[in-house]
Every structure is written in structure tokens, then in C-alpha cells.
């Protein structure tokens, strides 16, 4: 069983950062791809970013030229660095692992909340 654990939400005004991070248990290069979702209250789990295991990214319209997805293989943990937030931002970010099986492993989420 892969484990995920996300780090690094909080509280932050508008227009300001946040870099989250995603620890996994086992090598980053065992996964297709990893990727941020994030949940608002109410609403549905949408794709933030992702990054294949050749190092490939690709973001949401919503969030692209504010957010960037990377990793540190040898700490196997990837990061989204959230510039420039919004209120619409807020939700709670999750990470995911995507296996070359075809099974997606979860982690435990990290709320951000982007308030004046």
C-alpha cells in the first residue's frame, strides 16, 4: 500500500503563496504520473497538475502561469508551488499517484484558504 502524505496548507490573503508538499513511501519513478486535485466544499474533485514520471507537467487552465508542479526524486516528494492565490483557490488539495496498473493511490488532503 502506497502512502501519500500532503503538507504545507494554511491560511493566506489574496494575491499571496503557498507550497505544498507530497511525501510518498516508495520511489516516485514507480508511478505513471502524480498529480494535485483539489475539492471545494459541495463541489467535485477537479485536476489541478500533474507530472509524468519523464518530468512532463501540465496544468488546469485555471491555474496555469500561477501554480507549478515539481519533484525531488531523491526525497521522493512532489511540490505545487500556488502563487499569486485567490479566493477560488480555496478547497482541499489532495495528492495522487497514478500507477502504471492503472490503480490511483490517495492522500489525506491539506486545506488551503485563501482570505482576506
Known amino acids: 500500500q502506497v502512502q501519500l502524505v500532503e503538507s504545507g496548507g494554511g491560511l493566506v490573503q489574496p494575491g499571496g503563496s503557498l507550497r505544498l508538499s507530497c511525501a510518498a513511501s516508495?520511489?516516485?519513478?514507480?508511478?505513471?504520473?502524480m498529480a494535485w486535485y483539489r475539492q471545494a466544499p459541495g463541489k467535485q474533485r477537479d485536476l489541478v497538475a500533474t507530472?509524468?514520471?519523464?518530468?512532463?507537467?501540465n496544468y488546469a487552465d485555471s491555474v496555469k502561469g500561477r501554480f507549478t508542479i515539481s519533484r525531488d526524486n531523491a526525497k521522493n516528494t512532489v511540490y505545487l508551488q500556488m502563487n499569486s492565490l485567490k479566493p477560488e483557490d480555496t478547497a482541499a488539495y489532495y495528492c495522487n499517484a497514478a500507477h502504471y496498473s492503472g490503480r490511483d493511490s490517495w492522500g489525506q488532503g491539506t486545506q488551503v484558504t485563501v482570505s482576506s
Open positions: 507530472i509524468t514520471s519523464g518530468g512532463y507537467t
Open positions: 516508495e520511489s516516485i519513478f514507480s508511478f505513471h504520473a
